[in-house]
């Protein structure tokens, strides 16, 4: 994690359609996993959020309660979340600080992994209730909300570990996992 890396939202289609922008296809070979990151729109009783998820560790993210002028800035909003997310979750301010000085705008294409899409569909479904209670209640980043998609568990299908998608993250950017 040196030079700077090409951000890559990978959008669903019905996102792509509410922030009105053009999707590539995936570059497998331009592609850094680490800087990638899938996201999907959720709708609850006329209110908008996204949950993004990062495609190397599962990390998850959401904003809930959005509005259409969010989606206009959705590039500053995501890279903001982001690093707010990180600081919550205590992550040393110098990693932060590199992580995200090796970001840039990000580029948006469609979706390529499906087992992400599943994954987002499972913590999405799971956290049920909570998610209502937010959405009712409050509008954009919650670190509660997002704590509790971050307790979600996974499993390497390669070395059978399990892992949540914070504690991949921490390795991934080698800070001390508690």
């Known amino acids: 994690m040196g030079k700077e890396s090409s951000m890559l939202l990978e959008c669903t289609k019905k996102l792509a359609d509410t922030m009105k922008v053009d999707l590539v296809e995936y570059d497998e070979l331009e592609s850094n996993p680490l800087f990638d990151w899938t996201v999907t ?8 959020g996204v949950l993004l998820m990062n495609n190397k560790t599962r990390y998850p993210i959401i904003l809930f309660g959005l509005k259409n002028s969010d989606f206009k800035d ?4 995501v890279l ?6 990180f600081i919550d ?6 990693v932060v600080d590199k992580y995200m000085k090796c970001m840039s705008v990000p580029n948006y294409s469609k979706t390529h992994e499906r087992s992400i ?3 987002m569909s499972s913590i999405y479904k799971s956290m049920g209730l909570c998610v209502a209670e937010y959405f009712e209640t409050s509008s954009g980043y ?3 909300l997002s704590e509790i998609a971050g307790c979600y568990l996974y499993k390497d299908s390669k070395t059978k570990k399990i892992f949540t998608g914070v504690e ?5 950017l080698n800070c001390k996992v508690k």
Not at 89 to 94: A, D, G, L, Q, T
């Open 74 to 77: 959705f590039d500053e909003l």
């Open 168 to 172: 991949a993250m921490k390795q991934e």
């Open 142 to 144: 919650s670190f509660g």
């Open 80 to 85: 903001n979340t982001i690093k707010q997310s």
């Open 89 to 94: 979750n205590e992550f040393p301010s110098e």
């Open 117 to 119: 899409l599943g994954q």
């Open 41 to 48: 729109l959720i709708d609850r009783e006329e209110k908008r």
